[in-house]
């Protein structure tokens, strides 16, 4: 009680909060989630979500504001760290040495890696959004591996899982060739 913002944080955040107060007595509307990175005093770096309400007296005039903030430095580290885990991860795939192919439950293709378009002669971009069976299995082939894509969604019944098989395929050609 009885502080301001600039004695919590730095002047530049401090004098933005001031404005916004401003602005929420003459507009009267709120400022919601407001999601800010800012420095406290001593130099730390954190995250903020805030929110700010107007007050109206009882003539329904806007009187001051009600500020809400969470620090959500926290959070913010975590979103970082599986964003830099989730780019580790998608530069392994783009540049292993194996076909890398990605389905959603439909068999439908969501992810391609360079060495699946040198494979299959298909671009990413025009392989994704396909389906599978239809984009490298061998049309005589079809109809057996939409059961075993069916059995390998079916918890307890992955029978490949985990488990390098040979399969046969068919490049943007119609070539046949084995693929494991």
């Not at 401003?22 to 009267?28: A, C, D, F, L, T």
């Not at 299959?120 to 392989?127: C, L, N, Q, V």
């Amino acid at each position: 009680m009885g502080k301001k913002d600039s004695d919590f944080f730095e002047s530049e955040y401090a004098h933005k909060s001031y404005e916004d107060e401003q602005e929420i007595v003459r507009s009267g509307q709120p400022l919601l989630d407001r999601v800010e990175k800012l420095s406290k005093a001593g130099g730390r770096v954190c995250w903020m979500s805030t929110t700010r309400v107007p007050i109206f007296d009882k003539n329904g005039v806007v009187t001051g504001s009600r500020v809400f903030s969470r620090d959500i430095t926290s959070l913010k580290n975590v979103e970082e760290a599986l964003r830099e885990t989730s780019e580790h991860n998608r530069l392994i795939i783009e540049t292993a040495n194996d076909a890398f192919i990605e389905t959603d439950a439909d068999g439908i293709i969501t992810a391609w890696n360079r060495q699946a378009e040198l494979t299959f002669g298909w671009s990413s971009a025009e392989a994704a959004g396909r389906s599978l069976s239809e984009t490298i299995i061998p049309p005589a082939q079809r109809q057996d591996q939409a059961g075993g894509a069916q059995r390998f969604w079916t918890p307890g019944d992955g029978v490949v899982s985990n488990q390098r098989i040979e399969l046969e395929a068919v490049d943007r050609t119609a070539v046949n060739f084995p693929w494991s």
